[in-house]
């Protein structure tokens, strides 16, 4: 049976991680999840110790969220990566619906991501959702809230995560392509948190500039102070 490697890069991560890793542990993945891997940024709120716990790998790195997934896969053992971030909640069923995907004719050669939904009951949330939708749509352009399944055979063949502090995401589906993006057919919630503090709009308004900055060829140090 293939074996699934999946991989979560943390950062002061202690009060999001929980749920995210009960969702991992469903009774319905048994058998799947070879390991859990978690590569974290040097975390001084009790994330180690947490991850420890779970009996998970822990992998410390330098922070920053494309050296750390890098990190995370370069001690995976797995035949396929499923990357996630620390906030993010898979849904009941998740391991179902990623075997079908695994079990598909040459799965080897595309990746797949989740549907994005926010733990926000708010319709600025709705709207928000429906404007990924759209965008994954329209572009094949699913962030890394959206998780990212991967064989390992892909991943390395197109040179895997580079480091960036962000937009490590888009980096690596665009290398994939648009041919090679496929929906898993599950939803993984994400914490609203920041789109609440910063005002959802705006968020997504600095969002879509550091989008276009990323693809002017702007370094992405400077997309970082933007990104705030």
Request: hydrophobic share 45%.
């Amino acid at each position: 049976m293939t074996k699934l490697s999946i991989i979560i890069p943390t950062l002061n991560a202690a009060k999001v991680l929980g749920p995210t890793l009960d969702a991992l542990a469903q009774m319905e993945s048994v058998g799947l999840i070879k390991e859990l891997v978690v590569s974290d940024g040097g975390s001084e709120d009790g994330t180690q110790t947490a991850v420890i716990r779970a009996g998970a790998n822990l992998v410390e790195v330098a922070p920053g969220r494309g050296g750390q997934l890098r990190a995370g896969a370069d001690a995976a053992r797995g035949e396929w990566f499923l990357f996630l971030h620390a906030d993010t909640v898979l849904a009941r069923g998740w391991s179902d619906n990623v075997r079908d995907f695994i079990a598909r004719p040459n799965s080897f050669e595309v990746a797949g991501y989740f549907e994005f939904a926010l733990d926000d009951i708010s319709i600025s949330a709705r709207r928000l959702e429906r404007l990924v939708r759209l965008r994954n749509s329209l572009f094949g352009l699913p962030y890394g809230d959206q998780g990212l399944l991967v064989s390992k055979h892909l991943y390395q063949s197109i040179g895997g995560y580079q480091n960036y502090p962000l937009m490590e995401d888009v980096d690596i589906v665009r290398r994939l392509g648009r041919r090679a993006l496929m929906p898993i057919g599950s939803r993984a919630t994400t914490s609203a948190i920041r789109f609440q503090q910063d005002g959802y709009w705006s968020r997504a308004i600095r969002n879509l500039a550091c989008l276009g900055l990323f693809y002017l060829g702007v370094p992405v140090d400077t997309i970082e102070r933007v990104y705030g």
